[in-house]
T-cell receptor, first 113, second 114 residues
Framework: KQEVTQIPAALSVPEGENLVLNCSFT??????LQWFRQDPGKGLTSLLL?????REQTSGRLNASLDKSSGRSTLYIAASQPGDSATYLC????????????FGTGTRLQVTL | GAGVSQSPSNKVTEKGKDVELRCDPI?????LYWYRQSLGQGLEFLIY????????KSGLPSDRFSAERTGGSVSTLTIQRTQQEDSAVYLC????????????FGNGTRLTVT
């Protein structure tokens, strides 16, 4: 059974810092990995999707990497801003036939002024 | 354009009552998913619809839970004889295609069973 772990569970950084969020998964037989952010009381917003054949994806200040063989992904946020404060979730798709994702429990990020 | 819409946003019900939760996906998205987010348990897959295919119900926790998707668009998740452990946020998502397509989530329905 696939298990997804995110460390740390919570993180507080001052504005402007670069930071890395970590995601690990136990079964490397994945089809893709997605990173989401969730604001309080809201649904999830898709940030980046990395297919199993890819090593990284970039969107603006965000860069996600994937090392499938070691079961790890990182989300790098450059020049953090208070608006980046949210919970960040990673999720893996192990089925290949449907996006039936297995989610991590998230990292709660606070960017302070 | 419009995102995934869910209603109601909040629902409080008494134990034993039935509830219906509604999801209106993004127009043109062929795939629709229901997930449940419980405090301390993360997100849990419930059910998946793809086009006109039979739904994947493998995540439904009991036979009190059912869902349908009419006309390939709007979906309704029904919970019969609600229990306190059903209290959670129920999230609906849709995606443009079946494979390697980002999920777009609604804001969820917060269900509280008293």
């Amino acid at each position: 059974k696939q298990e997804v772990t995110q460390i740390p569970a919570a993180l507080s950084v001052p504005e402007g810092e670069n930071l890395v969020l970590n995601c690990s998964f136990t079964d490397s037989a994945i089809y893709n990995l997605q990173w989401f952010r969730q604001d309080p009381g809201k649904g999830l917003t898709s940030l980046l999707l990395i297919q199993s054949s890819q090593r990284e994806q970039t969107s603006g200040r965000l860069n996600a990497s994937l090392d499938k063989s070691s079961g790890r992904s990182t989300l790098y946020i450059a020049a953090s801003q208070p608006g980046d404060s949210a919970t960040y979730l990673c999720a893996v798709d192990c089925t290949g036939t449907a996006s039936k994702l297995t989610f991590g429990t998230g990292t709660r990020l606070q960017v302070t002024l | 354009g419009a995102g995934v819409s869910q209603s109601p946003s909040n629902k409080v019900t008494e134990k034993g009552k039935d509830v219906e939760l509604r999801c209106d996906p993004i127009s043109g998205h062929t795939a629709l998913y229901w997930y449940r987010q419980s405090l301390g348990q993360g997100l849990e897959f419930l059910i998946y619809f793809q086009g006109n295919s039979a739904p994947d119900k493998s995540g439904l926790p009991s036979d009190r839970f059912s869902a349908e998707r009419t006309g390939g668009s709007v979906s309704t998740l029904t919970i019969q004889r609600t229990q306190q452990e059903d209290s959670a946020v129920y999230l609906c998502a849709s995606s443009e295609r079946q494979y390697n397509s980002p999920l777009h989530f609604g804001n969820g329905t917060r269900l509280t069973v008293t």
